[in-house]
């Protein structure tokens, strides 16, 4: 919460001239702001506006510091002093996060994986529609052989019948 303070630039202003004791953290109102606190708050400042004016705090070099963006490949985060020197390091915390971000979620909420789809929704359609088109075509051909045998059988015998008959 105190860095709203270097952000707003507090550290510029004079704490008895603008009566600004009750708003200050108890720290500061002891002690009063120094260069190194001046020196932070126009960091930040210029830092903020960058982000505000081109969506990046460093478009250029800002107390010979770059921020890099974050991207999933390398969490890199800005380590920011009052000697204006800061410095980029990367995986915050890694190994306090390491159980809630790796072991818990496997531990409790195991999941399969789910294979991938390898056809559309319109061509696995058209796949039961050609099974069952397959299938009809199948039993209706045995059908028909059946007929086609039922026949021949009735009539080879309904022939016999007559033959006898004479």
């Not at 600004?20 to 500061?28: A, D, K, S």
């Not at 399969?112 to 696995?124: D, G, I, L, S, Y």
């Not at 045995?142 to 019948?161: A, E, F, N």
Request: with cysteine.
């Amino acid at each position: 919460m105190e860095d709203i303070f270097f952000m707003l630039g507090f550290p510029f202003l004079d704490n008895e001239r603008h009566n600004l004791q009750n708003l200050l953290p108890f720290t500061v109102r002891r002690g009063g702001w120094h260069q190194g606190d001046r020196n932070m708050s126009d960091f930040m400042m210029q830092m903020w506006g960058n982000f505000a004016k081109y969506s990046n705090p460093t478009p250029v070099r800002v107390f010979n510091t770059t921020w890099e963006k974050f991207t999933l490949m390398r969490d890199a985060y800005l380590v920011m002093n009052q000697t204006n020197t800061s410095y980029i390091y990367e995986s915050y915390r890694a190994r306090e996060s390491a159980f809630w971000c790796n072991y818990l979620p496997t531990a409790f909420f195991p999941t399969t994986p789910a294979p991938w789809p390898t056809e559309t929704p319109v061509e696995t359609e058209r796949r039961h529609y050609m099974i069952a088109t397959w299938i009809t075509v199948t039993l209706g051909g045995i059908i028909l052989l059946t007929l086609i045998v039922v026949c021949c059988l009735y009539v080879r015998q309904r022939k016999g019948v007559d033959e006898m008959d004479f």
